[in-house]
């Protein structure tokens, strides 16, 4: 079993749709998590932390379920723009050891 | 306002051949990580170094070596390319734990 799962997708949506994407951990000793955004033949780039009590950034939630060890990200009122892979990251010690998840493509169409 | 710079973007190798990647933050970061992205796969730690002067294995270290030079800068070195280190390679900086990582723009690396 991978460390780090996620859905590889791809998701294709409408413009203006709500999207979700689960992510699932096994190592519940994990401490940080993050959402990256990862556009077609660019680095990553961080998209936001995921915090125990759950955060909001502008049209972007994300969850943190510590019991169930999964993280979502929800993208609401979806754009063209939104089009990327999102990889869901768990950082265990530190920082030295970080998991990347594969990733989840999203496509949103027209 | 740079970031991370890596150096080059494309890179053709033959098999046996060796090559240094660079890599420098402007950041004032203490931490920085040379990472290989696969497709299908997630990115995988070749090395990391916690701070200036020192340097650890990641998941993947074998075939590179790295070197700390200061604070600025770090580099990977693949002694004896091999097909199998065809990859994107990404070197990344933090400022510490809960801060996220940035990284540079990526090194495209074929071996033939």
């Known amino acids: 079993r991978k460390e780090v799962e996620q859905d590889p997708g791809p998701f294709n949506v409408p413009e203006g749709a709500t999207v979700a994407f689960n992510c699932t951990y096994s190592n519940s000793a994990s401490q940080s998590f993050f959402w990256y955004r990862q556009d077609c033949r660019k680095e990553p780039k961080l998209l936001m932390s995921v915090y125990s009590s759950g955060n909001e950034d502008g049209r972007f939630t994300a969850q943190l379920n510590r019991a169930s060890q999964y993280i979502s990200l929800l993208i609401r009122d979806s754009k063209l723009s939104d089009s990327a892979t999102y990889l869901c990251?768990?950082?265990?010690?530190?920082?030295?050891?970080?998991?990347f998840g594969a990733g989840t493509r999203l496509f949103v169409k027209a | 306002n740079a970031g991370v710079t890596q150096t080059p973007k494309f890179q053709v190798l033959k098999t046996g051949q060796s090559m240094t990647l660079q890599c420098a933050q402007d950041m004032n970061h203490n931490s920085m990580y040379w990472y290989r992205q696969d497709p299908g796969m997630g990115l995988r730690l070749i090395y990391y170094s916690a701070s200036e002067g020192t340097t650890d294995k990641g998941e993947v270290p074998n075939g590179y070596n790295v070197s700390r030079l200061n604070k600025r800068e770090f580099s990977l070195r693949l002694e004896s390319a091999a097909p199998s280190q065809t990859s994107v390679y990404f070197c990344?900086?933090?400022?510490?734990?809960?801060?996220?990582?940035?990284f540079g723009s990526g090194t495209r690396l074929t071996v033939v």
């Open positions: 990251v768990v950082d265990y010690t530190g920082g030295f050891k970080t998991i």
């Open positions: 990344a900086s933090t400022e510490g734990q809960n801060y996220g990582y940035t």
